[in-house]
């Protein structure tokens, strides 16, 4: 596999992991503004429900109120309840606070009012279940019996009673004490026990369903969690697997590139004695490039040398044809002093002449091999120059696209980076949504506390009242038959003490039930502001990751632009050595061919000389 392939691979897996760390950053956004919702969900349906109950609360004591002190104030502010509840006035700005007690107390406007809607269309907005709305209605199907009773009393203050159709049009003297029985006695009670038993149970449904909601939106917050943070540690393992690539890629090349471009550059100027660093890995492409160098140097010295002797050679001929025509000239002079000495001489200058062609002929051979291996050896660098020329243009090829795509990884990572930051400002909203929903949590908790506090009081004067009512029936029975009429009166008393510690009871109860329910909602909110605190700190974490990945990616993309470029200069440089070789390979064949006429010369020359020794035989026979 080339190196380009590997670059390709690990760079393409990168972009890859980069994809999928993106997709399961997304992923995990939505999940954690679905836990979110469900817990705004789940702290908005519990507001719901505790108005339903609140108000039935609200509608017993104002009608009780309103019983024993006849004042229509109170059932005014009984009738607005249900108004309100039904949809048929508007609903005060954030009902489910404090606001009925004010009223009570003379504020008659505590807030600004908002929209007509009826409470039962707020659950079916907020999600209530279908079972969840039946128990609903049984309590109101159940509330039959509870309405009644409070509207005799309530009429009856008006001295109002009931015709034979059941109409409150019989006008008589008002009667407290029966409204007050009616509003206090046992059934009043069990009525009352009717209607709140299908409201529990409406209770433990809309919990359950909402515990269960907001549970699973935990369990797909962490599934995403999990995937993400695998995801991370793959896009960082892609991340080293490109840097101990790109540094194998170096370790190829045995040094530097700029270090190599410049020395390149050297020899491509004909430099060829330039300083070379001495190289630690004898496979890579510096060592080979240093062994090129010095085979280039030594045929080249090879070839200068070969060049001075056939100089050399070339002067000994030059120098033996010059003897040989001045012989030629003494022979013609000799014709006139005498052919015998001219004979004599002109065979010694044969001789010498003789000599000098067999050993001119001798180096001109010796010479024509050693240029013939020279251009075979010149060939063969100009063959393995081209080879490395191509491997160079191949390496800053998979350099170029290599650079290429370390630039879009990087693109990817800073996208990435962005998108962390996104949602480390979402999870820091709904954070503070939480911490919100906490704080409104735990306000409603003290309020139950307020609340059972009251009861405590009222329970203590229940309790006085009681004792008064047994001290004021012993006192009567002291008195004898003048005490018997204030014996029956502190019996009244103290039977409605009882009544009303045995509805304190109830109501503290309920109250205690409030506050275990708070007391549990609190805890799941404490747990859920720690989970998305620590969701939080995750992603900021990951941010942080992500910004050094960008800055790896960025570090080994200008890295990787180096070598491309390196390898783009050192292709350029390898490309003139290429020419020079060619250059150098030509004139050695030249120079082989003039050896070769060199030779044939010598020989022409030695013919010549064994021509003169006959003819000088001739001359001396």
Same mark, same amino acid.
């Given at each position: 596999?080339?190196?380009?392939?590997?670059?390709?691979?690990?760079?393409?897996?990168?972009?890859?992991?980069? &994809?999928?760390?993106?997709?399961?950053?997304?992923? !995990?956004?939505?999940?954690?503004?679905?836990?979110?919702?469900?817990?705004?969900?789940?702290? /908005?349906?519990?507001?719901?429900?505790?108005?339903?109950?609140?108000?039935?609360?609200?509608?017993?004591?104002?009608?009780?109120?309103?019983?024993?002190?006849?004042?229509?104030?109170? #059932?005014?502010?009984?009738?607005?309840?249900?108004?309100?509840?039904?949809?048929?006035?508007? @609903?005060?700005?954030?009902?489910?606070?404090?606001?009925? +007690?004010?009223?009570?107390?003379?504020?008659?406007?505590?807030?600004?009012?908002?929209?007509?809607?009826?409470?039962? +269309?707020?659950?079916?907005?907020?999600?209530?279940?279908?079972?969840?709305?039946?128990?609903?209605?049984?309590?109101?199907?159940?509330?039959?019996?509870?309405?009644?009773?409070?509207?005799?009393?309530?009429?009856?203050?008006?001295? &109002?009673?009931?015709?034979? @159709?059941?109409?409150?049009?019989?006008?008589?003297?008002?009667?407290?004490?029966?409204?007050?029985?009616?509003?206090?006695?046992?059934?009043?009670?069990?009525?009352? %026990?009717?209607?709140?038993?299908?409201?529990?149970?409406?209770?433990?449904?809309?919990?359950?369903?909402?515990?269960?909601?907001?549970?699973?939106?935990?369990?797909?917050?962490?599934?995403?969690?999990?995937?993400?943070?695998?995801?991370?540690?793959?896009?960082? %393992?892609?991340?080293?697997?490109?840097?101990?690539?790109?540094?194998?890629? !170096?370790?190829?090349?045995?040094? +530097?590139?700029?270090?190599?471009?410049?020395?390149?550059?050297?020899?491509?100027?004909?430099? &060829?004695?330039? #300083?070379?660093?001495?190289?630690?890995?004898?496979?890579?492409?510096?060592?080979?490039? *240093?062994?090129?160098?010095?085979?280039?140097?030594?045929?080249?010295?090879? %070839?200068?040398?070969?060049?001075?002797?056939?100089?050399?050679?070339?002067?000994?001929?030059?120098?033996?044809?010059?003897?040989?025509?001045?012989?030629?000239?003494?022979?013609?002079?000799?014709?006139? #002093?005498?052919?015998?000495?001219?004979?004599?001489?002109?065979?010694?200058? *044969?001789?010498?002449?003789?000599?000098?062609?067999?050993?001119?002929?001798?180096?001109?051979?010796?010479?024509?091999?050693?240029?013939?291996?020279?251009?075979?050896?010149?060939?063969?660098?100009?063959?393995?120059?081209?080879?490395?020329?191509?491997?160079?243009?191949?390496?800053?090829?998979?350099?170029?696209?290599?650079?290429?795509?370390?630039?879009?990884? @990087?693109?990817?990572? #800073?996208?990435?980076?962005?998108?962390?930051?996104?949602?480390?400002?979402?999870?820091?909203?709904?954070?503070?949504?939480?911490?919100?929903?906490?704080?409104?949590?735990?306000?409603?908790?003290?309020?139950?506390?307020?609340?059972?506090?009251?009861?405590?009081?009222?329970?203590?004067?229940?309790?006085? /009242?009681?004792?008064?009512?047994?001290?004021?029936?012993?006192?009567?029975?002291?008195?004898?038959?003048?005490?018997?009429?204030?014996?029956? *009166?502190?019996?009244?008393?103290?039977?409605?003490?009882?009544?009303?510690?045995?509805?304190?009871?109830?109501?503290?109860?309920?109250?205690?039930?409030?506050?275990?329910?708070?007391?549990?909602?609190?805890?799941?909110?404490?747990?859920? *502001?720690?989970?998305?605190?620590?969701?939080?700190? @995750?992603?900021?974490?990951?941010?942080?990751?992500?910004?050094?990945?960008?800055?790896?990616?960025?570090?080994?993309?200008?890295?990787?632009?180096?070598?491309?470029?390196?390898?783009?200069?050192?292709? %350029?440089?390898?490309?003139?050595?290429?020419?020079?070789?060619?250059?150098?390979?030509?004139?050695?064949?030249?120079?082989?061919?003039?050896?070769?006429?060199?030779?044939?010369?010598?020989?022409?020359?030695?013919?010549?000389?064994?021509?003169?020794?006959?003819?000088?035989?001739?001359?001396?026979?």
């Amino acid at each position: 596999m080339t190196v380009r392939s590997k670059f390709l691979i690990m760079l393409g897996f990168l972009v890859f992991s980069l &994809l999928c760390l993106m997709i399961s950053f997304h992923q !995990l956004t939505q999940s954690q503004q679905k836990v979110s919702a469900a817990y705004e969900k789940r702290f /908005t349906s519990y507001l719901l429900a505790d108005e339903l109950r609140q108000s039935s609360d609200d509608l017993t004591r104002l009608a009780r109120t309103y019983v024993v002190t006849g004042d229509p104030s109170y #059932e005014k502010q009984y009738f607005d309840i249900l108004d309100i509840r039904n949809g048929n006035k508007p @609903r005060p700005e954030s009902y489910h606070r404090i606001y009925w +007690d004010f009223v009570a107390a003379g504020d008659l406007k505590p807030r600004s009012d908002t929209k007509k809607i009826a409470l039962l +269309d707020l659950m079916k907005e907020a999600g209530f279940t279908d079972k969840e709305l039946q128990k609903l209605e049984e309590a109101k199907n159940n509330s039959d019996g509870l309405v009644e009773n409070e509207t005799i009393a309530m009429n009856a203050v008006k001295g &109002l009673y009931k015709d034979d @159709r059941g109409q409150f049009t019989v006008k008589k003297e008002p009667d407290l004490e029966m409204s007050r029985q009616l509003t206090h006695d046992a059934a009043y009670h069990r009525y009352k %026990a009717n209607i709140m038993k299908p409201v529990d149970e409406f209770f433990v449904l809309m919990e359950n369903r909402t515990f269960k909601a907001v549970q699973d939106a935990l369990e797909i917050s962490s599934f995403w969690k999990i995937i993400f943070v695998a995801n991370l540690l793959i896009v960082v %393992a892609a991340t080293i697997m490109i840097i101990w690539l790109f540094n194998k890629v !170096l370790k190829q090349l045995g040094i +530097d590139p700029g270090y190599l471009y410049s020395v390149s550059h050297h020899i491509a100027s004909g430099n &060829l004695d330039v #300083e070379l660093q001495p190289q630690s890995d004898t496979q890579s492409v510096y060592s080979v490039f *240093v062994s090129m160098i010095s085979n280039l140097k030594k045929t080249i010295g090879e %070839a200068e040398r070969k060049s001075d002797e056939a100089a050399i050679e070339k002067e000994k001929a030059q120098a033996a044809t010059a003897e040989a025509l001045e012989a030629k000239q003494k022979a013609e002079t000799a014709k006139t #002093e005498g052919m015998i000495q001219a004979a004599t001489q002109l065979e010694e200058v *044969v001789d010498t002449i003789n000599h000098a062609s067999h050993k001119l002929g001798e180096q001109i051979e010796e010479s024509s091999l050693g240029i013939r291996e020279q251009s075979h050896r010149i060939s063969e660098t100009a063959t393995a120059m081209e080879e490395m020329n191509t491997t160079v243009f191949e390496v800053a090829k998979n350099a170029t696209d290599t650079a290429t795509t370390a630039n879009l990884a @990087r693109d990817k990572a #800073e996208e990435g980076a962005a998108i962390v930051g996104e949602v480390v400002q979402g999870v820091n909203l709904v954070q503070e949504n939480a911490l919100k929903l906490k704080e409104d949590v735990t306000s409603l908790g003290h309020r139950a506390e307020g609340i059972g506090e009251v009861m405590n009081v009222i329970t203590d004067i229940a309790d006085q /009242t009681n004792l008064l009512a047994l001290n004021a029936a012993i006192e009567a029975a002291r008195a004898g038959e003048a005490g018997r009429g204030f014996a029956v *009166v502190a019996d009244e008393v103290r039977k409605l003490a009882e009544k009303t510690m045995t509805a304190t009871t109830e109501v503290g109860e309920a109250i205690r039930g409030i506050q275990l329910g708070t007391q549990k909602n609190i805890s799941n909110v404490e747990t859920s *502001v720690k989970a998305i605190a620590e969701v939080t700190e @995750r992603a900021g974490m990951s941010g942080v990751a992500l910004d050094e990945i960008v800055k790896l990616v960025e570090q080994a993309s200008d890295q990787v632009r180096m070598i491309a470029t390196a390898s783009e200069q050192q292709s %350029a440089t390898s490309e003139e050595i290429n020419k020079s070789i060619e250059d150098v390979d030509v004139i050695s064949k030249q120079a082989a061919e003039g050896m070769v006429h060199f030779e044939e010369a010598a020989k022409t020359l030695s013919d010549q000389t064994i021509i003169m020794t006959n003819l000088i035989d001739e001359m001396k026979n």
